[in-house]
């Protein structure tokens, strides 16, 4: 079982940076693929990007690719999204989650953080 919680969001402007984090409990960390997803008010959950067992292999939204960088530190049990050029449709919750599949599908991942809000202004 692998327990995530995210931190890093906040209040930013158009075009500022933020890199949020994604910090696992659990003793087979290293075992999962991660993955980032956003929910914005009035809208569907949505797939962000994602990272394979040994971070060797990304995958993105096309919403962010060029401006999001997804990365995973299995030593420190930790995932990251680095987030530039942020725009405000970026504005939403955002959380990481786990999977034993390398997938955008959110209903394939098993664990779940409880998201970190994320607010960009014009």
């Known amino acids: 079982q692998v327990q995530l919680i995210e931190s890093g969001g906040g209040l930013v402007q158009a075009g500022d940076s933020l890199r949020l984090s994604c910090a696992a409990s659990?003793?087979?960390?290293?075992?999962?693929?991660m993955g980032w997803f956003r929910h914005a008010p009035g809208k569907e959950r949505e797939f962000v990007a994602a990272?394979?067992?040994?971070?060797?292999?990304?995958y993105y939204a096309d919403s962010v690719k060029g401006r999001f960088t997804i990365s995973r530190d299995n030593a420190k049990n930790t995932v990251y999204l680095q987030m530039n050029s942020l725009k405000p449709e970026d504005t939403a919750v955002y959380y990481c989650?786990?999977?034993?599949?390398?997938?955008?599908?959110?209903?394939?991942?098993?664990?779940w953080g409880q998201g970190t809000q994320v607010t960009v202004s014009s």
């Open positions: 990272i394979s067992r040994s971070g060797g292999s990304t």
């Open positions: 659990g003793r087979t960390f290293s075992a999962y693929r």
């Open positions: 989650a786990a999977t034993s599949l390398f997938t955008t599908q959110s209903p394939l991942y098993d664990y």
